[in-house]
């Protein structure tokens, strides 16, 4: 079983930078892939980044890449979403999931354990 717990987010305007975290317990947090995930209000929960367990592969939604970019720290059992240039289109509640195994993935159904979500407002 593997918990996670987000924190960051808020309230930013565009062009602005935010980072959320991601801290997961137990000791085999380097086994586990991670993602992020998005949810706007009306709409379905879509793929934004993930990430390895040993970090060294990442993939990127379009809409994000080059602007977002996924990192994790291993020692801290935590992994970040860091969001440079948002849009007001990048409004949502964000949420970050594990999957036990090595190989990343952008499907959502894939992902066995999911944070709590944390909004992320971006004004125009």
């Known amino acids: 079983q593997v918990q996670l717990v987000q924190s960051g987010g808020g309230l930013v305007q565009a062009g602005g930078s935010l980072r959320l975290s991601c801290a997961a317990s137990g000791r085999t947090f380097s086994s586990y892939a991670m993602g992020w995930f998005r949810q706007a209000p009306g709409k379905e929960r879509e793929f934004v980044g993930c990430i390895s367990g040993s970090g060294g592969s990442t993939s990127y939604a379009d809409s994000v890449k080059g602007r977002f970019t996924v990192s994790r720290d291993n020692n801290k059992n935590t992994v970040y979403l860091h969001m440079n240039s948002l849009k007001p289109e990048d409004t949502a509640v964000y949420y970050c999931?594990?999957?036990?195994?090595?190989?990343?993935?952008?499907?959502?159904?894939?992902?066995?354990?999911w944070g709590q979500g944390t909004q992320v407002t971006v004004s125009s």
């Open positions: 999931a594990a999957r036990s195994g090595y190989i990343i993935v952008a499907t959502p159904i894939l992902y066995d354990y």
